[in-house]
């Protein structure tokens, strides 16, 4: 058997610090810790043939929801970034092979390819996958 300290059966009130000037300079007191309650033995049944109370209706146990991913298919965002992506890389290597060695002209040729080679792709990717999804819908299940 392992002793511990008992709480007290009433702890002291805090002291609300006073607002006067004169009490500035004094440290705020510390928070006495409390100790956690433990069933005594007067709160325990007094026979162990007596049954356990019935379960409050109200309290029951809720039920949870687990959602499964059934497909492994990237979203819109992924291939609208991956087509702009490769409308920049696509720029980029274009300047390169017409000789561009500025930042300037890598960069123009970069966001040139973006704009004009990525974008539709984008367009084209966000389509297709309208079409995919409203097909979706119109099957059964």
């Known amino acids: 058997m392992t002793s511990q300290p008992t709480p007290d059966s009433a702890p002291e009130r805090r002291r609300e610090p006073e607002s006067s000037p004169e009490h500035h300079d004094e440290p705020a007191p510390a928070p006495e810790p409390t100790m956690p309650q433990h069933p005594s033995s007067e709160d325990a049944p007094t026979s162990a043939t007596e049954p356990a109370p019935a379960p409050d209706p109200a309290r029951a146990p809720e039920t949870t929801a687990v959602y499964v991913r059934r497909r492994r298919v990237p979203t819109l965002a992924f291939w609208v970034t991956l087509g702009i992506l490769v409308g920049l890389v696509a720029g980029a290597v274009t300047a390169f092979v017409t000789g561009v060695s500025d930042v300037g002209g890598i960069l123009y040729f970069a966001v040139t390819g973006g704009v004009f080679v ?9 389509i297709v996958d309208a079409v995919a999804h409203r097909s979706e819908r119109r099957r059964p299940r």
């Open 118 to 126: 990525g974008l539709p792709l984008a367009l084209i990717a966000a």
